[in-house]
């Protein structure tokens, strides 16, 4: 985030104020969530922060020993913290009953603790797909100019210069069979790689039902249980930034701010080239990212993402957002191999930074619905 120092500043700003400022949970609450969080993706390298922080705040130390040791409110926030990390679609009405009638939880705690749900999971994808968690190959270099690109940067920008160029428009209808082909698309990329999913090692206590991880939105999608999520239905700008806003102490101006910087942030450069308008290739990154989780935007034309996002890229961008723990140092080495450092670390900004997003409009919804 060095590389980027007007988004480290909204970013730290954001991070401090959920875990340090107002808010409706005490301390040793937000870090243990924030442990919850972590583990869900096995990233010891915040794990290990936020357990030196939350004994630093007064926290009881046998709670480290597991979620056997907790209070049951805080161990009841165990199924929303796998939910969000892996199918946040299936967050419903009555997992916010049943934590606010059941197990005490006020509706500005727990959207405290959503909150900090989604900072943490979205961090871990940013740690991962920087490869700063990766113990297995610590000197792994951090660019690989070895590794011959499936798509060359002049012919990126070719791209998108012909897209500007382009007025075509297309009915609702070409526009959904647009956006099921990304995914129908995605479907064919080895996302693994020949890399093995990591054991849980030491973070096993904090976690339960390992087996639960994210299920391709194609796959999901087939039974029909689970429509898309449509963004002018329910989005960030008319109505989660608003709810969060009331709920949890403007809290949503700083993630506004956060979510703005890392959207439209650019330094006009890409892979050396200067003076490059790169608007095209950044939207079809952060609405790729919410294509992954079923999000769906009626102004976007999604031929582009398949046009302007390498193989490759999509593999690395799924990977690091839904499997963050498979992301190793190499990967982040190799992908885009034409780009320079800042830039691939802009690309996991956005990552982060869109992830966060989704499951925020996933969960603000469902608060919504039982707020009516």
């Not at 590794?147 to 210069?161: A, F, I, K, N």
């Not at 849980?200 to 087939?222: K, N, P, V």
């Not at 999000?295 to 799924?318: C, F, M, T, W």
Request: aromatic share 12%.
């Amino acid at each position: 985030m060095g590389d980027h120092p007007d988004y480290l500043k909204l970013f730290l700003s954001t991070h401090n104020f959920i875990l340090r400022g107002d808010g409706a949970l005490p301390w040793d609450y937000r870090h243990y969530i924030a442990i919850m969080a972590a583990a869900r993706h096995q990233c010891d390298y915040l794990v290990d922060i936020q357990k030196e922080m939350f004994l630093e705040h007064g926290g009881d130390s046998a709670w480290l020993q597991g979620l056997d040791c907790v209070p049951d409110k805080l161990r009841s926030l165990n199924e929303i913290n796998k939910i969000l990390a892996h199918r946040p679609w299936l967050l419903c009405k009555s997992h916010i009953i049943r934590l606010t009638k059941e197990s005490n939880w006020s509706l500005a705690e727990l959207v405290h603790a959503i909150v900090i749900l989604a900072h943490f999971h979205s961090l871990a994808s940013f740690v991962f797909g920087c490869g700063i968690n990766d113990q297995d190959d610590p000197d792994a270099p951090v660019n690989n100019s070895n590794v011959e690109p499936e798509v060359r940067v002049d012919q990126l920008m070719e791209r998108m210069r012909t897209l500007s160029q382009r007025e075509e428009e297309f009915s609702v209808e070409e526009q959904t069979q647009r956006f099921l082909r990304v995914d129908h698309r995605d479907q064919t990329i080895d996302i693994e790689n020949s890399r093995v999913l990591k054991q849980t090692s030491g973070l096993g206590h904090f976690i339960e039902d390992t087996e639960f991880t994210y299920q391709d939105f194609q796959r999901r999608g087939e039974t029909g249980d689970f429509p898309t999520f449509r963004v002018q239905d329910y989005s960030w700008e008319d109505h989660g930034y608003s709810l969060v806003n009331r709920l949890y102490n403007d809290v949503g101006n700083l993630l506004d701010a956060k979510f703005k910087k890392a959207y439209n942030m650019t330094y006009y450069t890409m892979g050396g080239n200067k003076d490059v308008d790169t608007s095209r290739f950044r939207r079809a990154i952060w609405n790729y990212i919410h294509c992954v989780f079923g999000i769906r935007h009626d102004d976007y034309d999604y031929g582009e993402v398949n046009q302007l996002l390498e193989r490759s890229l999509k593999a690395y961008i799924k990977s690091t957002c839904c499997y963050p723990e498979r992301v190793a140092t190499r990967d982040f080495a190799q992908v885009l191999a034409e780009f320079e450092h800042s830039e691939k670390v802009h690309i996991n900004l956005m990552v982060q930074e869109a992830r966060m997003q989704a499951e925020l409009l996933y969960a603000l919804r469902v608060v919504m619905n039982h707020m009516k």
